[in-house]
């Protein structure tokens, strides 16, 4: 992570990186269930306020302490009750001992795809399995690599610029942002430049920032082998939010336990 990653401007992520349809109420709807939750790479609590809500106790971890403030921002403004739900703690997915095991561990929109070695995903894998309690259940969703959108990748050339999205900011301003990617094939890995620009009123050019991220790939068959290596069995695995089937190209959301 660098001091231009998309993560140290939590703002703007949060303006345009709004996850999975779905995703908000699938993982609130477990995080009820089962009481007790731990969400890694919690970011800016996208998904930890409302499965708090929800009545869940959570415990969050993220390694970006901006991240992390923000989060802690958000929960300032939530009931006394939600606030007394949730724990938020700096640290690092591939190495953190709580000292304690979870019902639900979870690991919403892509995080674990920031983790580009096998020998860090391992690790991940591994802390999440010892802090599951014999019965408890670790979902991670991932997006499933588009063998289409990868091939076009590959053939236009790293400047061609994609538009993200666009947010009115109030008083007339607006933020854009466009993307450019770059592939990785050998790596199974991406990156993407965000270019941020706020506009006035009148159209001005107020401000323009540039965010980066990585994220790697992984097939399906990958993440069976490495749930097996890590000592984790696969309960089933969905392609949307909906208890849609998996399909090529779409999401992947994966639910194992202990082996
Ligand atoms: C796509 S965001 C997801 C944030 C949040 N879960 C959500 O759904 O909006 C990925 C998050 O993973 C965090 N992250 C990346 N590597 C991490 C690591 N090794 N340990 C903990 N968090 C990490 C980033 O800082 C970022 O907040």
């Given at each position: 992570?660098?001091?231009?990653?998309?993560?140290?401007?939590?703002?703007?992520?949060?303006?345009?990186?709004?996850?999975?349809?779905?995703?908000?109420e699938y993982?609130?709807?477990?995080?009820?269930?089962?009481?007790?939750?731990?969400?890694?790479?919690?970011?800016?609590?996208?998904?930890?306020?409302?499965?708090?809500?929800?009545?869940?106790?959570?415990?969050?971890?993220?390694?970006?302490?901006?991240?992390?403030?923000?989060?802690?921002?958000?929960?300032?403004?939530?009931?006394?009750?939600?606030?007394?739900?949730?724990?938020?703690?700096?640290?690092?997915?591939?190495?953190?001992?709580?000292?304690?095991?979870?019902?639900?561990?979870?690991?919403?929109?892509?995080?674990?795809?920031?983790?580009?070695?096998?020998?860090?995903?391992?690790?991940?894998?591994?802390?999440?399995?010892?802090?599951?309690?014999?019965?408890?259940?670790?979902?991670?969703?991932?997006?499933?690599?588009?063998?289409?959108?990868?091939?076009?990748?590959?053939?236009?050339?790293?400047?061609a610029v994609?538009?993200?999205?666009?947010?009115?900011?109030?008083?007339?301003?607006?933020?854009?942002?466009?993307?450019?990617?770059?592939?990785?094939?050998?790596?199974?890995?991406?990156?993407?430049?965000?270019?941020?620009?706020r506009f006035?009123?009148?159209?001005?050019?107020?401000?323009?920032?540039?965010?980066?991220?990585?994220?790697?790939?992984?097939?399906?068959?990958?993440?069976?082998?490495?749930?097996?290596?890590?000592?984790?069995?696969?309960?089933?695995?969905?392609?949307?939010?909906?208890?849609?089937?998996?399909?090529?190209?779409?999401?992947?959301?994966?639910?194992?336990?202990?082996?």
């Amino acid at each position: 992570m660098t001091e231009n990653d998309i993560y140290a401007a939590p703002e703007l992520y949060d303006l345009l990186s709004t996850g999975v349809p779905g995703d908000v109420e699938y993982f609130s709807k477990l995080a009820k269930q089962h009481k007790r939750v731990l969400e890694l790479a919690c970011g800016t609590g996208r998904i930890t306020l409302p499965m708090a809500q929800a009545g869940a106790k959570v415990t969050g971890i993220e390694l970006r302490e901006s991240m992390l403030d923000a989060a802690a921002r958000k929960l300032e403004s939530e009931t006394p009750a939600v606030q007394k739900r949730v724990d938020l703690y700096q640290g690092d997915m591939r190495s953190f001992d709580l000292g304690k095991t979870y019902p639900l561990v979870v690991i919403p929109f892509r995080a674990f795809q920031h983790l580009i070695d096998v020998k860090d995903q391992r690790a991940c894998l591994e802390c999440c399995r010892d802090h599951l309690t014999r019965q408890g259940r670790l979902v991670i969703n991932l997006f499933d690599p588009n063998l289409r959108i990868l091939a076009a990748n590959l053939e236009v050339n790293a400047t061609a610029v994609r538009k993200v999205g666009e947010v009115d900011v109030g008083d007339g301003e607006r933020v854009v942002a466009y993307s450019t990617r770059t592939s990785c094939p050998e790596e199974q890995r991406f990156e993407e430049e965000w270019i941020y620009e706020r506009f006035a009123a009148d159209g001005r050019s107020l401000w323009r920032q540039a965010r980066k991220f990585s994220l790697r790939w992984f097939g399906r068959y990958e993440m069976e082998h490495l749930f097996e290596l890590c000592g984790l069995e696969v309960e089933k695995l969905e392609g949307g939010f909906k208890g849609q089937p998996y399909q090529h190209g779409g999401e992947q959301i994966w639910t194992v336990k202990k082996a």
